[in-house]
């Protein structure tokens, strides 16, 4: 699988929380720092996060990700959910749309109307 569609995959099972991340004690943390500076390759498992600030100073941290305490069937019934969750969402905001849109068509007519009597009425 191509690298950066490997890491998209990674970053939205994160997200959706199928995967976590692990935080790489000190002892490893500084073991990565130094591969880093030497210009040495990271193990396969272990990913460099985004760099922070600690007191000023730049400092990275490394993770490993692993999968949540789930079976197969319980990740797909949360996503079954999650995806309802997402349409209820949807649904919210076609209602809202239609909403806005009849408001709106009222006032149309309304204004239709009324400008019709007034210049029908020569006022």
């Given at each position: 699988?191509?690298?950066?569609v490997?890491?998209?995959?990674q970053?939205?099972?994160?997200s959706?929380?199928?995967?976590?991340?692990?935080?790489c004690?000190a002892e490893?943390?500084?073991?990565f720092?130094?591969?880093?500076?030497n210009?040495?390759?990271?193990?396969?498992?272990?990913?460099?996060?985004?760099?922070?600030?600690?007191?000023?100073v730049?400092?990275?941290?490394?993770?490993?990700l692993?999968?949540i305490n789930?079976?197969?069937?319980?990740?797909?019934?949360?996503?079954?959910?999650?995806?309802?969750?997402?349409?209820?969402?949807?649904?919210?905001?076609?209602?809202?749309?239609?909403?806005?849109?009849?408001?709106?068509?009222?006032?149309?007519?309304v204004?239709?109307?009324?400008?019709?009597?007034v210049?029908?009425k020569?006022?």
């Amino acid at each position: 699988m191509n690298t950066k569609v490997k890491e998209e995959l990674q970053n939205y099972k994160i997200s959706q929380g199928t995967l976590q991340k692990v935080y790489c004690n000190a002892e490893e943390q500084k073991e990565f720092i130094l591969r880093i500076k030497n210009e040495q390759p990271l193990p396969d498992e272990v990913f460099k996060d985004a760099e922070y600030y600690e007191n000023n100073v730049p400092s990275v941290r490394f993770y490993r990700l692993e999968p949540i305490n789930m079976s197969s069937d319980e990740v797909s019934e949360y996503l079954v959910y999650k995806q309802l969750d997402l349409l209820q969402s949807i649904k919210s905001y076609l209602k809202f749309i239609y909403t806005i849109t009849i408001i709106s068509l009222i006032f149309a007519f309304v204004y239709a109307f009324v400008m019709n009597f007034v210049i029908g009425k020569g006022l």
